[in-house]
């Protein structure tokens, strides 16, 4: 998967995680390599997604990381509060709604911290590919 014309779209990324049976059985080998799910999600978006949006995404996902790690409990309902985030800034053009179904359909999965901790390593992929990309425009 190393020419751009092999690589996956944001929607098929998408219907690999949907048939995922837990985020947590998500493996960064997939995800994390060049040409891997998170690169290809940058590549499909290139434009549409808004560096600052996506930061404040991963900075707040990465805020819960630490949280439920450092209180050593799972809160559920913070997962499902990032979802109008989400919609937010779909409906204000900040990413797209390939992007924003994406992050739904990975944070729907999410039933354990391990799965929090999967979706937020993978959204952390997303970022450094998506730094990567910009820097090369």
């Not at 994390?32 to 600052?52: C, F, H, N, P, Y």
């Not at 559920?76 to 937010?88: D, G, S």
């Not at 179904?101 to 937020?120: G, H, I, P, R, Y």
């Amino acid at each position: 998967m190393n020419t751009q014309e092999n690589r996956m779209k944001t929607q098929e990324v998408k219907s690999k995680i949907e048939k995922l049976p837990t985020m947590a059985s998500l493996n960064p080998e997939d995800y994390a390599g060049r040409g891997g799910w998170a690169e290809s999600v940058v590549i499909d978006q290139k434009s549409k997604l808004k560096a600052t949006q996506l930061r404040k995404i991963f900075h707040y996902v990465k805020s819960l990381k630490r949280e439920f790690k450092d209180q050593g409990n799972f809160n559920r309902a913070k997962v499902a509060l990032i979802m109008p985030t989400l919609a937010y800034a779909v409906g204000r053009n900040l990413i797209t709604e390939a992007f924003y179904e994406l992050l739904t359909t990975m944070l729907t999965k999410c039933k354990t911290s391990q799965d929090f901790e999967s979706v937020a390593n993978f959204l952390e992929a997303i970022m450094a590919y998506h730094k990567y990309h910009d820097r090369q425009a």
